[in-house]
């Protein structure tokens, strides 16, 4: 157990919804990452937050947003969704900026279909 | 920017066989290097890490790697693996001022048969 809660678990929706996934860090970790994992463009940083500000993007669809509050979760919003969102999304954290301070702890995925 | 390649998608191996996932990087700026561990259905794991120090790293469950600067390499090594080595592979690399993130690469399907 990483200590990275990721909710929901499976997510079955259609083309054109919204959609919101949750992320709980470990306990005292200020960073929140958010990846996409997929089969043909593996894994992938979107976006990462630190003590509730955006510190860094990757590549992150315009139709996607996140957060992150002040109890340090953070939420991934994925609007209009395409067929092509359907993919694995990883939520990890770390106590602090620069990977040099440690590891980062992934949760166990958030998988969302569209169909 | 960094990049990372990851050069076997599938690396297929007998029980107790030595095996080694090939990883290349390249980066501007100076590199920290890690490679993680994903078992079916689940998250990544930390197998290990270079941040500095010594070019040979040793992880968890007896693996081990090796920094190369001069051919910007970072191959993960075992000596003898096991059935439960099955497993997805990814070689990752963060810049020491990109502020955490990982880049990682495609990733290696390591295969242990019996």
């Known amino acids: 157990d990483s200590g990275v809660t990721q909710t929901p678990k499976h997510l079955i929706t259609a083309t054109g919804q919204r959609v919101t996934l949750r992320c709980s860090p470990r306990?005292?970790?200020?960073?929140v990452y958010w990846y996409q994992q997929s089969l043909d463009q593996g894994l992938q940083f979107l976006i990462q937050?630190?003590?509730?500000?955006?510190?860094a993007k990757g590549n992150i669809l315009e139709r996607f947003s996140a957060q992150q509050f002040p109890d340090l979760h953070s939420e991934l919003n994925l609007s209009s969704l395409e067929l092509g969102d359907s993919a694995l999304y990883f939520c990890?954290?770390?106590?602090?900026?620069?990977?040099?301070?440690?590891?980062?702890?992934f949760g166990e995925g958030s998988r969302l279909t569209v169909l | 920017a960094q990049s990372v390649t990851q050069l076997d998608s599938q690396v297929p191996v007998f029980e107790e066989a030595p095996v080694e996932l090939r990883c290349n990087y390249s980066?501007?700026?100076?590199?920290?290097l890690f490679w993680y561990v994903q078992y079916p259905n689940q998250g990544l794991q930390l197998l290990l890490k270079y941040l500095s120090g010594s070019t040979l790293v040793k992880g968890i469950n007896g693996f081990e790697a090796e920094f190369n600067k001069s051919q910007t390499s970072f191959h993960l090594r075992k000596p003898s693996v096991h059935i439960s080595d099955t497993a997805e592979y990814f070689c990752?690399?963060?810049?020491?001022?990109?502020?955490?993130?990982?880049?990682f690469g495609q990733g290696t399907e390591l295969s242990v048969k019996p």
């Open positions: 306990s005292g970790d200020l960073s």
């Open positions: 990752a690399v963060s810049g020491n001022n990109q502020g955490g993130k990982l880049i």
């Open positions: 980066s501007s700026v100076s590199v920290y």
């Open positions: 937050y630190y003590n509730g500000e955006e510190r």
């Open positions: 990890a954290s770390s106590a602090g900026l620069g990977a040099g301070t440690g590891e980062l702890f």
